[in-house]
């Protein structure tokens, strides 16, 4: 319990930087939107969409609750850490207010996979799986073959580092999946899912799992 709750306390450090960097990011591309700076000018102020990697993810997340501002939340891989409420008798709070927004989680199988057995294996609901119960609109996919940094274009540009960066960690850092085919998939999603909560366009037409 000791440990849980100094990385509940690391946890709330890395979270209030993060969410900080990605407040003054957004609010300066508004304001030099609002001012009519290009190419920010190019915004649609009224309709914001967030996504993320890992920590990127869990920082877009939590963002999201925070500000009115926000249409649509894509996390990729990443564990919601800003949905930790508390730390009590040597267990986590989870937030029980619905999440606001429209919410998709993506995950590789070994991650999904490894969240599910965590009520067994350590008495828990993975914290994403909870959220997602709760929230008001909430999608998720898991990616076949794939690592944790194949959501990323890490594997395209130095694949022994991603393999390095990975293992150990997250998973096995193995992918049976090329990086390209990875890559392209995530897009068509994030894409299919932002034209048609931030643009109105298309249907949404998820499938529960890729490749």
Known sequence: PEEERRVYEFSREWMALRTADENFVLDTMLEKAKEGEAPFSLIDT??????GHS????????LGRQ?????AVIVMEGTMFG??????????VYNDEPYPVPLLDINSREVYDQA????????VTYLNFYIGEHAK????VVINGVSHMNFT????????LAKVLCTGTFSSGESTVSAKTCIETVNAII?????YYLKDEGSLDLQSEYL
């Open 116 to 123: 599910i057995l965590l009520p067994e294996q350590a008495g």
């Open 55 to 62: 920590m990127g993810g869990a920082t877009s997340a939590a």
């Open 137 to 140: 609109d909430f999608h998720e």
């Open 67 to 71: 500000r009115s501002d926000i249409d």
């Open 153 to 160: 274009d890490l594997p395209l540009v130095s694949p022994i």
């Open 191 to 195: 894409l299919e899912y932002f034209d």
């Open 83 to 92: 949905e930790y409420t508390d730390f009590v008798d040597g267990a986590y």
């Open 46 to 51: 009224e309709r914001i969409g967030l996504f």
